[in-house]
């Protein structure tokens, strides 16, 4: 069970840059010096009285001491700007952690995760947490790019999947004359056919609106309940 949400304090240890457009930042912990939370949660960063933007924690639980973030800042407002301008020493303040996009272990459903672009960030926490903890369930992943280089941390979900057999990784990248221009579409079509039978299943979704919705109604036409699709809606 993750702690209660609350004002906390951190200091910018490491910034890289996975692709031109998506950083990851490490923030250590100052206080709490530990942040309790579950894989998939987020934080609150401020940016003024009623201003605010949300970043997926993309470290697991484990490492509850410095927290890895990780963003795409090609929309370019001021969250993406305040990302990018992140550098070693910078003080962050933050709220958190927050959302109920994660996954009880008590829960036996085969999970269903299905990651549009930066979607990735908080199945990556689960993942790893999986990874690290045991994944005693079979799982699968679908992931969507526009382009090779949207798919992130897809090494490391491939790695993920060569050492658990329970894993199953799918790559789906965005081609102009396929069906997977529209990640709404291409997305919902692979899922589709990777989720043939939806007994027992829990499904994951992260992304974008189109996507979360087209997504939740192919499943839901195939048989799942409404309330067994969970979502994090980034944009
Ligand atoms: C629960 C939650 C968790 C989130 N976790 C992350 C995360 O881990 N990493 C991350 O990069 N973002 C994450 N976001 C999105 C993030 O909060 C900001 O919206 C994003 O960084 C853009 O902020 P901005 O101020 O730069 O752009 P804004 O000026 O707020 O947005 C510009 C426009 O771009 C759209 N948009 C925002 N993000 C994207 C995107 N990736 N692709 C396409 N369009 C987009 C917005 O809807 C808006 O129309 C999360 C959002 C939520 C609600």
């Given at each position: 069970?993750?702690?209660?949400?609350?004002?906390?304090?951190?200091?910018v240890v490491a910034v890289?840059?996975?692709?031109?457009?998506?950083?990851?930042?490490?923030?250590?912990?100052?206080e709490p010096p530990e942040l309790d939370f579950a894989a998939g949660q987020w934080v609150s960063v401020p940016f003024g009285p009623k201003t605010v933007r949300a970043y997926s924690i993309a470290s697991p639980p484990t490492r509850p001491r410095v927290l890895t973030l990780c963003a795409?800042?090609?929309?370019?407002?001021?969250?993406?700007?305040?990302?990018?301008?992140?550098?070693?020493?910078?003080?962050?303040?933050f709220t958190g952690p927050l959302g109920g996009f994660v996954l009880a272990r008590a829960d036996a459903r085969r999970p269903l995760f299905v990651a549009e672009e930066i979607g990735i960030v908080?199945?990556?926490?689960?993942?790893?947490?999986?990874?690290?903890?045991g994944f005693g369930r079979p799982a699968r992943l679908v992931a969507w790019a526009r382009d090779p280089g949207g798919l992130v941390y897809d090494a490391e979900c491939r790695s993920l999947a060569r050492r658990h057999p329970a894993f199953v990784y799918h790559?789906?990248?965005?081609?102009?004359?396929?069906p997977w221009r529209e990640a709404a579409g291409g997305l919902a079509e692979v899922v589709g056919r990777v989720a043939s039978d939806v007994g027992g299943l829990v499904a994951y979704v992260a992304g974008g609106e189109?996507?979360?919705?087209?997504?939740?109604?192919?499943?839901?036409?195939k048989?799942?309940?409404?309330?067994s699709v969970k979502w994090e809606k980034f944009w």
């Open positions: 069970m993750a702690g209660k949400a609350r004002a906390c304090r951190a200091r890289r840059r996975l692709t031109p457009r998506v950083l990851e930042a490490d923030l250590r912990m100052e795409d800042v090609s929309p370019g407002g001021l969250g993406s700007r305040w990302f990018a301008g992140l550098a070693p020493g910078a003080a962050v303040g908080p199945v990556r926490s689960i993942l790893a947490w999986l990874d690290e903890t790559a789906v990248v965005a081609s102009a004359d396929g189109a996507t979360i919705h087209a997504v939740r109604d192919l499943l839901v036409a048989g799942l309940e409404r309330k």
